[in-house]
DNA sequence: CACCATTTGTTGAACATTCATTCAATATGG
DNA sequence: CCATATTGAATGAATGTTCAACAAATGGTG
């Protein structure tokens, strides 16, 4: 049921399993270079993110997590302000990229797109407790900081554009009747929402639930294309 | 189109009116009694929380913003975190009130009690910027907060269930063929994903967009009812 | 009513802690 | 040997909490 839209890894992953982890102690000190360093200490705040919150996340716990020493953040990033930053252009490229890839392989179906769209969103590369807690945490602090706002929705007025385009499609092929602008705030709110229940753990809400509600949004909103 | 379902009003707000403001300079020093200063230091730090953010909220700018001294938080609230769960706590009865009131106000028609259940979501005292702002605050904390899990998802396991219990009734009696879990979630979530983008300040989403979209939603979920 | 004692509320400075940042010393790889 | 990366202790700023002193209300008593 949950097919996996696309086999995107995070180059994160693949740049810690060749670099100091916990277990290596004794490559502690040896040097990397300045790219795998970044990305380390980038999951390094992920992890600490998700575990501590936005508040209780501190250089300190981010040097710890990544197995390395204290001085090495400023080194790489300047200013734990930066190093945020980072993190959050980290997951919002991510994200981006990954909706896109999915709409490229749904081919040139509007509906098809649109669903595709909906599954990339639920696909556990993106949707997984570590990186859904990472982004409530920003989402907590974006209002109050400007720098945030501009990174920290993931679904951008692109984003929001193409579901307004698509949701335009299906309505002239159909024949419904609402406003594609709408209808498409609506899908797209769901979505969110959907999210925000994963993130903060609601017993009655899995990723399996949540893709069976989105489904159901669709088959409500355009029975003729996917009753 | 936006009716007030309940003019209920925030009883800190009648509190603030009466003690001492930011003008009354005079009036510092003054005694007032226990619960006055206990919602007028909530009120404050929803204030704080809205202004700065969870991460940033401060003692000190909490009692600035009351216009009282430093140590007073400490004396009315022991900690700062208590004073926060004190201020989640406010937060969740004012909710909680808020939607049973208008479930009330509905009467037998299942199909205007949902009705009322999402213009509530949307009414001036409950979905304003100030308080919105407050509620991602304490969301962007609670996953890693034990104490804030139970208190911080406004809408909690009853107010799901009424949810779903309404979908059930509308489902018979309009010959529907979806799961009305699965729809209720789908709806809860899109109320919810909708707070976010408000919360979020995204210029394409209004109060009055955000309500087209919720109608949408039902009109096309419940077509018999709302068409 | 006036007086004083007691309770209660309030203040602001002092204290202790936590944490981001700096930097001189050291290690590493080329 | 040089450029670069890394370490970890020192530093200073921010902030939650404590508390002794003070002020205002309360209530009892003559």
Redesign the pocket.
Known sequence: MLETVTPMKTEASDALSETAQKGDAEK???????EV?RLQLIEATIDSLAKRGYA?????DVADGAG?????????F????KLLIATLQHMYDEYSAHWRTALQKAGDDPARQLQYLVWADFDRSICNKRKLAAWLAFWGEAKSRPTYQALSSSRDAYYQQVFIDLCATLKESGGYSYEPQVIALALSAMLEGLWLRLMMGTEDTTRETALQAANAFLAAAFPKHYG
């Open positions: 502690r000190g040896r040097k990397a270079s300045k360093r209780e996340t501190t250089m300190a390395l020493s204290r001085g090495i953040v400023n080194f790489h300047e200013s734990k302000e």
